[in-house]
């Protein structure tokens, strides 16, 4: 342990598997206490088992992230449990894949955006407030290479991507104009390995069924270095941004994504 954020207390949205465990996992390596939220009441429990079992401090509270009544309860579990708040990864978040705009309904419209904008607008609304109590932090927002480019078929998800990377540069203009230490920044994976893969919809599958894509086999022909990214890689990207390292870091989004939003490469035969 190097202690990068030692003695810091943060709290993970969809902690309890994907890129929110990996996060929840480094920090509490580095020296934070780790509150794990996520609506699987099975793995999160089992993420905090490992984290405290490797000599980490780690607690699993029960969350959905779009209810605001349940946001006020899980700010004031974590402060009461330790006492402050330094880092915010609003990590939780869905992908719904339809073959045409046209073929989305409303309703997954609706919950794909409750999910992955309402939820990270209600992050920021109640841990904002404690986290100025501490003199300032780091607020790490989970966007996607989807909120930097088009994709065909994830129209609606890039627009929640989107709307995530804007909203970061809002925030962390907003808390840099009335100076209260916290940094406000984007993380922007490409193709990871991670079992989101297996929860999203697709023609292929028929609707509201699972597809079994390979994000492998999708790195291999889309990334310049021809592999799908693992959430390790983007939890040091978290970690990065949610210590002192990037103490002179706002606004900014960190594009971990093996080279696809910077162009192509030939293939070698």
């Not at 699993?60 to 915010?88: N, P």
């Not at 841990?127 to 989807?146: E, F, N, Q, W, Y």
């Not at 970061?168 to 009335?178: F, L, Q, R």
Request: hydrophobic letters at 40%; one cysteine or more; glycine letters at 14%.
């Amino acid at each position: 342990m190097t202690g990068q954020v030692q003695g810091k207390v943060a709290l993970v949205t969809g902690g309890a598997s994907g890129i929110g465990e990996a996060v929840s996992e480094l920090l509490a390596r580095e020296g934070a206490s780790v509150a794990v939220t996520d609506v699987d009441d099975l793995r999160g429990p089992a993420v905090v088992a490992g984290i405290k079992k490797a000599g980490g401090e780690a607690i699993f509270i029960h969350q959905d992230v779009t209810s605001e009544a349940r946001w006020i309860e899980v700010v004031a579990e974590v402060e009461k449990r330790y006492g402050r708040l330094d880092i915010l990864v609003s990590n939780a978040g869905i992908g719904i894949s339809v073959p045409s705009i046209t073929d989305m309904t409303l309703e997954d419209w609706r919950r794909q955006n409750a999910i992955n904008l309402d939820g990270v607008f209600l992050s920021v609304k109640h841990c904002l407030p404690a986290m100025r109590k501490t003199g300032g932090g780091s607020i790490v927002m989970m966007s996607s290479l989807a909120g930097l480019r088009g994709a065909p078929g994830l129209s609606a998800y890039s627009a929640t991507k989107g709307g995530v990377r804007l909203f970061a540069k809002s925030i962390a203009m907003e808390c840099a104009a009335v100076g209260d230490g916290i940094r406000v920044n984007s993380v922007h994976p490409g193709i990871i390995d991670t079992p989101i893969w297996g929860k999203i919809p697709t023609e292929a599958a028929g609707r509201g069924q699972n597809a079994p894509i390979d994000p492998e086999e999708r790195a291999k022909l889309a990334t310049p270095l021809a592999r799908a990214g693992h959430a390790s890689e983007i939890a040091q990207g978290v970690l990065y941004l949610a210590s002192d390292a990037s103490s002179y870091v706002t606004g900014s989004e960190l594009v971990i994504d093996g080279g696809m939003n910077a162009g192509g490469v030939p293939r070698r035969a």
